[in-house]
């Protein structure tokens, strides 16, 4: 069993950054590939960004990219999410998942519980 503990939310103004930490512990024996999404209120859950094993491939929601970088630090199983240029469209619950696979951006298996991100305009 994996645990994946999210943490760096909070409120920041429009233009301002944050980074986002996700901390695996338990089962962490295994690399897999890791990736986050994002649930605004009364929308669907959608995949903010991901990147493999490895860390030689990487993907970005379209609505992102050039915005937030995600990297990974396999040595203390921690992934990060840095969020600069941030606009309102980005508040939501801001997820960490882990997937069954290696070097595949999909299959995600567990979940952390999720971290507010609040952007004002």
């Known amino acids: 069993q994996v645990q994946l503990v999210e943490s760096g939310g909070g409120l920041v103004q429009a233009g301002g950054s944050l980074r986002l930490s996700c901390a695996a512990s338990?089962?962490?024996?295994?690399?897999?590939?890791m990736g986050w999404f994002r649930q605004a209120p009364r929308k669907e859950r959608e995949f903010v960004a991901g990147?493999?094993?490895?860390?030689?491939?990487?993907d970005y929601a379209d609505f992102v990219k050039g915005r937030f970088t995600i990297s990974r630090d396999n040595a203390k199983n921690t992934v990060y999410l840095q969020m600069n240029n941030l606009k309102p469209e980005d508040t939501a619950v801001y997820y960490c998942?882990?997937?069954?696979?290696?070097?595949?951006?999909?299959?995600?298996?567990?979940w952390g519980q999720g971290t507010q991100v609040t952007v004002s305009s």
């Open positions: 990147l493999t094993a490895s860390g030689r491939s990487h």
């Open positions: 338990g089962r962490t024996t295994s690399v897999f590939a």
């Open positions: 998942a882990r997937s069954r696979l290696l070097e595949s951006l999909s299959a995600w298996r567990d």
